[in-house]
């Protein structure tokens, strides 16, 4: 689902965010994405949503090559992934519903399955009852849950999360993660960047480890929870 060969991405000369990183991560896989401030893992990101473009190396999503990706397809290649912000990115003067609906919105949907698809997208969240509130309204882990419901609203085949968790108490932090491993269960890939150790040593998920912007450590352990995933890395020495 996500390959990355030889990807390096070179700020300026000399200057790398990422260097000679390789990996691949299945479809329906959850994988963390984990390393210290600046080790590379926004970027990493940044280049799977193509807001960056590596500076040397190939990279694909669901099949899709992206050295052969015009501009003009970049907006539907995201429309195939969702993303889940530390800071929720909601927008305050207009309602849980508008807000999960937005992507839709954006895509062009038709008001009919909008509707429907927002209506279903809080129920997996459990705050269908709070469709019609402002967020403000909402409890931190709450405003979360909306993010992961707008994030997921479109179905899409990739969901990244980039430190979900980051600004939640371990109770919450862990319904969050259950979410996410039930988007994963679903078939989603899923890959969540984050530090939180406690998310790291509660949750035996495989780990990409970013060092310096190499990849420079691997686990393939089998997950705690029941769910088989397929994953695959090659190390960076």
Do not use: C, W
Request: glycine letters at 8%.
């Amino acid at each position: 689902m996500i390959r990355f060969e030889h990807v390096s991405l070179e700020y300026t000369p000399g200057r790398f965010a990422l260097r000679d990183v390789n990996f691949t991560l299945a479809d329906g896989s959850f994988t963390f994405l984990t390393g210290h401030s600046g080790a590379g893992k926004s970027s990493l990101l940044k280049l799977i949503t193509r807001l960056e473009k590596p500076t040397e190396g190939d990279i694909s999503v669901d099949n899709i090559d992206y050295r052969s990706l015009k501009p003009r397809q970049e907006p539907q290649l995201r429309r195939q992934m969702g993303i889940v912000f530390q800071d929720n990115q909601l927008l305050h003067d207009r309602s849980v519903f508008d807000n999960v609906a937005l992507p839709l919105i954006i895509g062009g949907y038709r008001l009919k399955d909008i509707q429907k698809r927002v209506n279903a997208a809080l129920s997996r969240v459990a705050l269908q009852h709070r469709a019609h509130d402002e967020p403000v309204l909402l409890s931190g882990g709450e405003q979360q849950r909306v993010g992961i419901a707008r994030a997921v609203v479109a179905h899409p085949r990739v969901l990244l999360a980039d430190e979900p968790t980051g600004n939640l108490d371990a109770q919450i932090s862990a319904e969050i993660m259950q979410l996410l491993m039930q988007f994963s269960a679903s078939g989603v890939t899923v890959l969540v960047a984050t530090h939180d150790s406690g998310l790291l040593n509660t949750f035996n998920f495989p780990r990409l480890v970013l060092k310096q912007g190499r990849l420079s450590a691997q686990s393939v352990s089998a997950v705690n929870t029941g769910i088989q995933h397929q994953y695959h890395t090659e190390e960076q020495i």
